[in-house]
């Protein structure tokens, strides 16, 4: 799923897509124990509510409690870099570690940070954002709404944006094609990877300075 929908249309997505992977499967919906759902976005994994996402055209929804109704088992979400974080944790480079940060590098920034063993939120479920942590002062704007955002000059949507590339329905194929223009020596193409590196390393620093990690993981598509 990508693109930004109404609720109900997501809704009614992931509920299809539940169906028809149990018609696959051979089994019944209401033999399954619950769903797990990671969304991009400010999230309070504690009530199952969205603040704001990139992937939904309203914003503070009770996305939890709408698939709730339509669904015969329990639901959980959290933000997607903090699954990402608990996979880490589980199954991969920070099963050694009682304190680590991941990074991911998509269509967006994120971070899931742990803490002590611990998923850290914050209070509201809102911590952890490093792709909206501020790089410039009445910078770009970013999709969030607000500007200078370290997402608004890292993120796919930003490189294409600073290429003045309309990237459609395929974002992921324009970004490859200019990252292969940039590597074959464009030098407008070059120049704008670098930028996004030099804002990326400027937040990365800012993140060791203020957790002092034993780890940090990069992760996602653009890595």
């Not at 329990?74 to 997607?80: A, G, K, Q, R, S």
């Not at 680590?100 to 920034?109: D, N, R, S």
Request: hydrophobic share 45%; charged share 20%; proline share 2%.
């Amino acid at each position: 799923m990508r693109g930004r929908l109404g609720v109900d249309q997501v809704v009614a997505f992931i509920a299809d897509t539940i169906d028809a992977t149990c018609a696959v499967a051979g089994i019944d919906a209401q033999d399954l124990s619950g769903a797990g759902l990671g969304m991009a976005g400010i999230i309070d994994a504690q009530r199952n509510f969205v603040y704001w996402s990139p992937s939904l055209t309203e914003r503070s929804v009770e996305l939890g409690a709408m698939l709730m109704k339509l669904l015969p088992f329990p639901v959980f979400m959290d933000n997607d870099a903090n699954l990402v974080a608990k996979a880490e944790q589980l199954f991969g480079e920070g099963r050694d570690f009682s304190d680590f940060i991941v990074i991911t590098i998509e269509h967006g920034v994120g971070m899931g940070i742990v803490i002590d063993n611990k998923i850290y939120r914050g209070t509201r479920g809102c911590g952890a954002e490093f792709g909206h942590t501020k790089v410039q002062l009445d910078g770009a704007l970013c999709r969030c709404g607000q500007r200078g955002c370290l997402e608004a000059y890292v993120a796919d949507y930003a490189l294409l944006r600073e290429a003045n590339i309309t990237s459609g329905d395929a974002p992921e194929d324009e970004v490859a094609s200019l990252f292969a223009r940039a590597k074959a020596g464009d030098k407008v193409a070059q120049s704008i990877f670098d930028r996004a590196g030099r804002m990326f390393a400027m937040g990365l620093a800012n993140v060791v300075n203020i957790f002092d990690p034993k780890l940090i993981i990069l992760s996602g598509e653009r890595m």
